[in-house]
């Protein structure tokens, strides 16, 4: 489930609110205001919640060092595209003591060389490689460059969901939960629960 950026009191509500109702993942949006206090409180209400970061390319102005180790008590499992596409060479080589995945800077395979050494994982939606057919093929070919994958979505109906399937059965991070930010889904769409998705 994704927990929207806000005021600190709010996006730590949010995120209380859906562990109550059994999320087991938390995807926090971030963005340059109160990185680590709101990551604070939100560990403070999901305790044993698993949390991902996405740092919607906002931190580039950031030190990143002191910052992926201020992050590093709270037991985060990953963080999303923390500098802005493009700038993804500021990462290279760079300690971190929290794996990093790309996402805006990686659509197709033809950005992948660029990722080597700046990433751990990416995050594969078939919106940006514009299929399941080029995202099957960014899959194998991310792996055999020692990545892993992440599977994410844009807002969308369980329709969408569905076809990601494919990459999200062997993903190590799944986030498909356009659905349920949707006013209303499609007639036998997938069903969110106690932190499962089912058919």
Request: glycine share 6%; charged share 20%; aromatic share 4%.
């Given at each position: ?6 005021e600190l ?22 963005d ?13 209400v999901?305790?044993?919640?698993k ?14 060092n002191a ?20 700038q ?15 996402d ?6 033809e950005?992948l ?22 995202a099957?093929?960014?899959?194998k ?6 990545l ?6 844009m807002?969308?109906?369980s ?17 498909l ?16 629960e106690q932190?499962?998705l089912?058919?």
């Open positions: 489930m994704t927990v929207s950026v806000a009191s709010d996006m730590a509500e949010q995120a209380k609110d859906y562990v109550s109702q059994g999320a087991t993942l938390l995807k926090v949006k971030l340059d205001q109160a990185v680590v206090e709101k990551i604070a409180a939100i560990r403070a999901a305790p044993s919640a949390i991902i970061v996405d740092a919607n390319e906002a931190w580039a102005q950031f030190d990143l910052l992926f180790a201020s992050l590093k008590p709270f037991n985060i499992t990953m963080i999303e595209q923390p500098v802005p596409s493009g993804d060479h500021l990462l290279k080589g760079m300690e971190h003591p929290i794996p990093l995945c790309a805006e800077s990686c659509h197709t395979r950005q060389p660029d990722l080597v050494d700046c990433y751990e994982m990416i995050n594969i939606k078939l919106d940006k490689t514009g299929g399941l057919t080029e099957l093929a960014l899959e070919e991310a792996r055999t460059a020692g892993s994958i992440m599977c994410g979505c807002l969308g109906s329709l969408a969901m569905k076809a990601a399937l494919p990459i999200a059965t062997n993903a190590e991070v799944v986030d939960d356009g659905p349920v930010l949707l006013g209303s889904d499609v007639e036998k769409g997938l069903t969110y932190g499962q089912t058919l």
